[in-house]
Nanobody, 121 residues
Framework: QVQLVESGGGLVQAGGSLRLSCAAS????????MGWYRQAVGKTRELVAT???????NDADSVKGRITISRDNAKNTVYLQMNSLKPEDTAVYYC???????????????WGQGTQVTVSS
């Protein structure tokens, strides 16, 4: 079984910064893409950013230029550095990962439990 554990959320003033971390643990054979998504109250979950094993990133237009996604493959960890935060960035942030637990296993998408980010105006 594989688990993703997020950390780093909290309350920050508009214009501030936060760094989220998400560590994968358990029976991991390989991890493909890792990413961050967010869900605000009353809205559907949306992509924030993804990063491949090779470090290729894809950022949502709403956060482009304000966030940096990165990963440490040796630690099975993905990070999200968020700067110039706005009240509309307030949401629960979820990380996910495409994981194989063995050579023959199918790739599965695993989600973390989420971490709250609140940006005050």
């Amino acid at each position: 079984q594989v688990q993703l554990v997020e950390s780093g959320g909290g309350l920050v003033q508009a214009g501030g910064s936060l760094r989220l971390s998400c560590a994968a643990s358990g029976s991991i054979f390989s991890i493909n893409a890792m990413g961050w998504y967010r869900q605000a109250v009353g809205k559907t979950r949306e992509l924030v950013a993804t990063v491949t094993t090779a470090g290729r990133t894809n950022d949502a237009d709403s956060v482009k230029g304000r966030i940096t996604i990165s990963r440490d493959n040796a630690k099975n960890t993905v990070y999200l550095q968020m700067n110039s935060l706005k009240p509309e960035d307030t949401a629960v942030y979820y990380c996910n990962a495409e994981v194989k637990t063995s050579w023959s296993a199918r790739m599965s998408t695993i989600w973390g439990q989420g971490t709250q980010v609140t940006v005050s105006s």
